[in-house]
């Protein structure tokens, strides 16, 4: 593996990590929480559409790097309008959601793309969803995890 593949699966599997502890922390709320702190450092706009074999990852960690993406990015949004700052103000998250959304980067993830266009508009309409989000990722990774063991 040449040296700057070989960093960018370092980075990847970073990114991992981050996901992992953002997963266990949500698995404490009945919803997505806002908590900007706990969100990691992985850089949603680089993960969200991936591709496996370009950061040598297995399509399963691929797949979950897509979704703890999308998901970041929702709790992000999530944040901003709890602070009572969105939709009045601009922000990079806002208008990074809105470039993902519209160069299709995130067309993949039907269920998590519709969401984020609904946070962009109703907080209420798409906090509600958040819990179906959370159980169908969240919870469904840990459970399938287990289930593997």
Known sequence: MESEQFEKHLRAKEAIKDVLYFYMELLDYTGLYTDCNEFGKFDPEVYIDCVATEHSLSEPDAELL???????????????????NYPKDSFLTTDLVKKLLDEGR????????????????????AKELSFCIRQNYVVKFFAELIAER
């Open 106 to 125: 995130i067309d993949h993830l039907p269920e998590l793309k519709n969401i984020l266009e609904k946070s962009l508009t109703s907080y209420h309409e």
């Open 66 to 84: 897509h979704e703890a993406s999308a998901i970041k990015l929702l709790c992000s949004v999530f944040h901003l309008w709890e602070q009572n």
